[in-house]
């Protein structure tokens, strides 16, 4: 089990509402990426957050953002949601040294199961 | 861009049979390669990682995979399955930047008593 929870851990949304998940990052991590995966696929990269400041993003739209605060927790926002946004959204912390690549070694918590009507 | 292909959706094996699961990648340079498992209700947890040099890595749950560059392959193993390990596998690819995964459709494993 690792130390990244998530909340909440299922909630059900209807179309062009707006939802916020949460994120807390595991002790000593100062990196948070989030990840959605749709019923039956693999997860696809959202972005990433190192420092406060967004550090790469996947191929969605704007609608979708992000926050980290300076405790190093997270937040995802989608605004105006869609149909196509059911899904498992997973966040995933990791350490990165400044001027470096990531490690790889991202740790998952075991995500918010957004469900849009 | 980096891809990943996982050619098997779902896999079928008795217990104590040995497993292989296929990844394939297509990446620009020398990848990062990744295997996750996912279990029902759960998270992604790592099992083993490629970063250099041995091309033969030892993981965690008894699995090892083997980087194969002239196939751009990362083929995960394990000799004797054992109930617990039906569950959902991820192979994955990181790039140069370093602040992306990107994943394969993933290969569904049921074990057979």
């Known amino acids: 089990e690792t130390g990244v929870t998530q909340s909440p851990t299922h909630l059900i949304k209807t179309r062009g509402q707006q939802v916020t998940l949460r994120c807390s990052s595991q002790s000593g991590h100062n990196t948070v990426s989030w990840y959605q995966q749709a019923l039956g696929q693999g997860p696809q990269f959202i972005f990433q957050?190192?420092?406060?400041?967004?550090?790469g993003r996947g191929n969605f739209p704007p609608r979708f953002s992000g926050l980290q605060f300076p405790n190093y927790s997270s937040e995802l926002n989608v605004n105006a949601l869609e149909l196509d946004d059911s899904a498992l959204y997973l966040c995933a912390s990791s350490f990165k040294l400044a001027g470096a690549g990531d490690t790889g070694e991202l740790f998952f918590g075991e995500g918010s199961r957004l469900t849009v009507l | 861009a980096q891809s990943v292909t996982q050619p098997d959706i779902h896999i079928t094996v008795s217990e104590g049979a040995s497993l292989e699961l296929r990844c394939n990648y297509s990446y620009g340079a020398t990848p990062y390669l990744f295997w996750y498992v996912q279990s029902p209700g759960q998270g992604l947890q790592l099992l083993l990682k490629?970063?250099?040099?041995?091309?033969l890595v030892q993981g965690i749950k008894g699995f090892e995979a083997e980087f194969k560059r002239s196939q751009s392959s990362f083929n995960l193993r394990k000799p004797s399955v054992h109930w617990s390990d039906a569950a959902e596998y991820f192979c994955?690819?990181?790039?140069?930047?370093?602040?992306?995964?990107?994943f394969g459709g993933g290969t569904r494993v049921l074990v057979k008593p």
């Open positions: 957050y190192y420092r406060e400041e967004e550090n």
């Open positions: 994955a690819v990181m790039g140069a930047a370093g602040n992306k995964l990107t």
């Open positions: 490629y970063f250099s040099g041995d091309t």
